[in-house]
């Protein structure tokens, strides 16, 4: 047995019936695993008989009570530890028996490394979920997607990955110190991405290890809270905001002259989607202005510019 501790922390808000469903697997993994796991489960403030099912069936699993922050609720909790480690997941994740050790492990050999990520497939067991993640800047808006064209290729292949949402784990130092995921996206989408790119800005990356293997429901959350139109209106919303908070030079230029025909094409066909993201986005980025400019101190512009290139030329597709 390893003496470091690792923390396996699964975020809950409203899903009691995932939690039924996924968390026996992550006991499992965490028990068969070298080190010492701790399973914790972060309550999100659920209406729903999330508690009552965490009570009743898995007694053994302590339950942290937190503010709704969606993602960012985890910075909250990590900073409250203190193992050098942490297993992050969503409640519609599954975990392989032997998931966890080979994400720790590279966490241990690699002292660049911010977060690990695993090889994850659907609960079809079939549709390829990641979290091999490539990004591109497409008409001025930023994408990341898993199955970017030619993943079959890629995706049993280790290597650098942009981010990871559902499941990842991370050094726990580093990812405070990065700032965790930002409230600013709340309720959530991107927010994965901008922590990955904010860690790469440091020197940090993301690992790819398709050797430990997961399953993610995808939506499971999100879906009924938002249903379709309201998950791609916080993923323009959010793709935004990521823009406007990270993104500098050339690139941010060419965003905001692409943003003009898009503002056209959506009036002439009369698709209010983007006209509302950015009104939204606008009104979030205003109250967060102060942070926003806390933000771009550091690194001079020039050497910001050179590793935000870097980073697109390494993942994109």
Known sequence: MC????????????GGGLLGECLPSIVKAAR?????????????????????????HWPEVPVLHESNRGLASFNEVLGRFDAPFAILLNNDVKLAEDAIDPLIDALRQHPNALFTAPFCLGFDNETYEGMNTRVRDR???????????????????????????P??????????AVGGYDPIY????????????RGWLMGWRGLYLPRSKAWHKGFGSFQPAFGTSGCDHLALRNTLIFTWRNIRGSRLAMHYLWLLPRLMHSLLFRKGMLIRAIRDAIVICRRNREKL?????????????????????????
């Open 3 to 14: 003496v470091d501790e690792v923390l396996v922390l699964v975020l809950n808000y409203n």
């Open 32 to 56: 068969a695993s070298k080190y010492a796991c701790r399973v914790l489960v972060i309550d999100n403030e659920s209406t729903d008989d999330s508690c009552e099912v965490l009570s009743r």
């Open 139 to 165: 008409f001025g808006l930023i994408q990341g997607l898993c199955r970017a064209p030619g993943y079959q290729q890629t995706m049993f292949q280790p290597g650098l990955t942009a981010s990871a949402g």
């Open 167 to 176: 499941v990842l784990a991370v050094d726990r130092l580093k990812f405070l």
């Open 186 to 197: 709340f309720p959530g989408r991107i927010e994965d991405l901008d922590l990955g790119f």
């Open 293 to 317: 400019s806390d933000d771009l101190k550091g690194l001079p512009d020039f050497e910001y510019i050179s590793r935000q290139e870097e980073y697109f030329r390494q993942f994109s597709w």
